[in-house]
């Protein structure tokens, strides 16, 4: 395992992640972070993506980014000068984005990164700091993981993405980044155990991975974010993968929350044990 830099701070890094593209480790990440910020906490979410930057996009905030985290890394500019008011929150919550850099930037140093990732928290006085990261191992994923506290990865119901999650699980271990959680995306509520697909246990059971939470498929959300809009914001979503990120961020602050709680009793429980 390579050298890490220490948890010393008032806050936690979360890296967003799985060595699969286009599974909505994006999506999660910027969603999820706009619910921590609604239960009030401080959130910064930075843009690791250093092939297709996305953030900026979701949060519909892309002719706000200015810079990004490499002009930190490169002293074009300080933490303060590239961060993004995403969303204006109330109750003492913040949401603030950094966005990816351009295309083709060089992947930093890891210990170059760590001091720009600690010093915007720092700057901003974060409770979180959740990072997207592509959908690739190597590069730029190992260096996230030399100062990321805690995982997040993403899986879906395709064979594929549930190979790639428990690869990830491993690779982030071997890393140093033990503390992982299991959030599937684009789970087929609807369908989710017929079609010889895998349901929620035999999705923990295959990536190893402990569950943190489950978002539903929700074409409502795929449509909206195309528009630079969250889930919340998002009529055909809120009630559904709003609420599923919600509970996820209640989790996430220690709280003790059902799973999939917009479902009827029944439903859930099937969906739950299968
Ligand atoms: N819960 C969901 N319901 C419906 N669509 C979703 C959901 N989550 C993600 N998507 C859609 O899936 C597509 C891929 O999502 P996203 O860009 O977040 O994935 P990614 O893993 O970050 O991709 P990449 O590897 O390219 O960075 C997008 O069109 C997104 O809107
Ligand atoms: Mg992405």
Redesign the pocket.
């Known amino acids: 395992m390579s050298q890490r830099f220490p948890d010393r701070r008032g806050y936690t890094v979360y890296i967003v992640t ?1 060595t ?11 969603n999820l972070s706009h619910a921590l910020s609604l239960r009030g906490k401080r959130v910064l979410c930075i843009d690791c ?1 250093y ?2 930057r ?1 953030l900026d996009l ?1 949060f519909g905030c892309e002719d706000r980014a200015l810079y990004n985290i490499s002009d930190i890394i490169n002293g074009i500019c300080t933490p303060a000068d590239a961060a993004v008011e995403a969303r204006r929150v109330p109750d003492g919550g913040a949401l603030y984005l950094i966005p990816g850099p351009d295309p083709g930037s060089e992947i930093p140093p890891p210990e170059r990164l760590s001091d720009a990732v600690f010093a915007a928290a720092k700057a901003l006085s974060c409770d979180f700091v959740m990072i ?1 990261t ?2 690739v191992s190597g590069g730029i994923l190992t260096a996230v993981c030399r100062f990321a506290d805690r995982a997040l990865i ?1 899986v879906s119901h395709g064979p594929a993405s549930v190979r790639a999650a428990e690869k990830t699980g491993y690779l982030l271990e071997a890393e140093g980044v033990c503390n992982q959680k299991l959030v599937i ?3 087929d509520t609807g369908n989710g155990i017929k079609n010889g697909r895998q349901g929620i246990r035999s999705l923990i059971e295959n990536t190893h991975i402990p569950l943190i939470g489950v ?5 409502a ?2 449509r909206g ?2 528009a630079g809009l969250l889930s919340t914001e998002i009529r055909g ?1 809120r009630k559904t ?1 709003g609420v599923a990120f919600g509970e996820i961020a209640g989790r996430i602050c220690g709280e003790r929350v059902p799973l999939l709680s917009f479902l009827p009793a029944g439903k859930r429980r099937r969906l739950i044990e299968s």
Do not use: M
């Open positions: 799985s699969k593209g286009g599974i909505g480790k994006s999506t999660v990440c910027a993506d092939s297709n996305a979701l997207d592509p959908g993403t995306n684009r789970f978002v539903p498929d929700s074409p959300l795929e974010s195309e979503a993968a």
